[in-house]
Structures are given as structure tokens and as C-alpha cells.
């Protein structure tokens, strides 16, 4: 089955700074590739996806690049603020279709 | 428009009672995922359901663990008898073949709790 790895488990940004998480997966079918960011207590929450047809993808100040050669995949957070700490998980849909995710990345942004 | 509704919110037990946890996915929505989460293990996808039918059970830990959904607006995951390893957060979460079923709107999950 698919396995999603995520590095770094966390992260400490000065706030204006950038923030960037790396993920890898194993299965080469996996198709879509979605980042969630699940504040303390709450639900993950979807903040952007990608799908394999595409390289990049920007939402503001977030961005997502998938290198399927490579078969890892990367969020980019610019102009970080202390409401973007949270944990982000990174995830990867496998040929079934189901999602595994990365273990989460703490990102806390310091003022 | 409601997005994913569960029940209860929190829920204390003891030792070898039944657990139910209950699921109301986004309407027009015809899949649906049950995850736990804990610190040990991350996120696990328990089982998803395609249009009201099982698809893929194999993360339910274990026969204790059972789910149900009778209608498409329902679901349920049992545990019965619980243990205290079973303390975790479960998350019920919902998705659409129409945007693609991997896109995934999760509840806001039952935090469980067994002593």
C-alpha cells in the first residue's frame, strides 16, 4: 500500500518568514495529493490539493509543488502569521483511491 | 450549507461498555471515512463506505469494531466491549465521486475516552 512520508515533525518560524514541509510517497499511481491543517482541538481542515496533472498550484499565500519523478510533493506557506501555527498533514491517495497520510508537521510561528 | 455532523462531541466510558458514534455526512455526498487519531499512530482510516456499502474494512482494528450505514445521511461506528487503547479521537469524514471521491471534508470528531 501507499506510504507518505513528512518531514520536518516541526517547524519554528519567525513570523513573516517562509515555511516550507516536504512529503514523499511510494505508490506511483497515487494521483492526488491533498494538505490539511488541524489547529489544537479542532478537525483537519483541507487547505489546498493538487492532482498529478499539475506541477504547482497557489492559494494566496500557500502553494503546493508535486515532482512525480521524484514522487514527493512540498507545501509552501510565504508571509507566515502567527494564525498559520498548526499541525499540517500532508496526504497521498493511493490507486484505490483511499488517502494515507504523513504524520503532521508542528509549525509554530513565533512574533 | 451544514458540513459534517457528529455525535456526541466527547464521550467518558468505562471498561467493557458499548460505544456508538454517530455520523451525518455533507448532503449529496455518496462516500463516507471513518478515522481515529492519536498521538502513536496519526491518522488511520478505519473504513469508508461508497453509496450506504462497505468498500474497504481492512484498518477496523479489530472484531470489537463494527459500522453501519443504513441510509445515506447515517452512520455509525460501534465499539463493543471498549478498551482503554481505544481512546482516541474518531473523525467521520465525507467526499463526492462528483469532485472526486479522495477529496475528503472531515466532522469534528469524538474525543473517546476509556477508563
Known amino acids: 500500500g501507499e506510504n507518505v512520508e513528512q518531514h520536518p515533525s516541526t517547524l519554528s518560524v519567525q513570523e513573516g518568514d517562509s515555511a516550507v514541509i516536504k512529503c514523499t510517497y511510494s505508490d506511483s499511481a497515487s494521483n492526488y495529493f491533498p494538505w490539511y491543517k488541524q489547529e489544537l482541538g479542532k478537525r483537519p481542515q483541507l487547505i489546498i490539493d493538487?492532482?498529478?496533472?499539475?506541477g504547482e498550484k497557489k492559494d494566496q499565500r500557500i502553494a503546493v509543488t508535486l515532482n512525480k519523478t521524484a514522487k514527493h510533493f512540498s507545501l509552501h506557506i510565504t508571509e507566515t502569521q502567527p494564525e498559520d501555527s498548526a499541525v499540517y498533514f500532508c496526504?497521498?491517495?493511493?490507486?484505490?483511491?483511499?488517502?494515507?497520510f504523513g504524520a503532521g508537521t508542528q509549525v509554530v510561528v513565533t512574533p | 450549507d451544514a458540513g459534517v455532523i457528529q455525535s456526541p462531541r466527547h464521550e467518558v466510558t468505562e471498561m467493557g461498555q458499548e460505544v456508538t458514534l454517530r455520523c451525518k455526512p455533507i448532503s449529496g455526498h455518496d462516500y463516507l471515512f471513518w478515522y481515529r487519531q492519536t498521538m502513536m499512530r496519526g491518522l488511520e482510516l478505519l473504513i469508508y463506505?461508497?453509496?450506504?456499502?462497505?468498500?474497504?474494512d481492512s484498518g477496523m482494528p479489530e472484531d470489537r469494531f463494527s459500522a453501519k450505514m443504513p441510509n445515506a445521511s447515517f452512520s455509525t461506528l460501534k465499539i463493543q466491549p471498549s478498551e482503554p487503547r481505544d481512546s482516541a479521537v474518531y473523525f467521520c469524514?465525507?467526499?463526492?465521486?462528483?469532485?472526486?471521491?479522495?477529496?475528503?471534508?472531515f466532522g469534528p470528531g469524538t474525543r473517546l475516552l476509556v477508563l
Open positions: 463506505f461508497n453509496n450506504n456499502v462497505p468498500i474497504d
Open positions: 469524514a465525507s467526499g463526492s465521486a462528483g469532485v472526486g471521491k479522495e477529496t475528503q471534508y
Open positions: 493538487i492532482r498529478s496533472n499539475v
Open positions: 496526504a497521498a491517495s493511493d490507486s484505490w483511491g483511499k488517502l494515507q
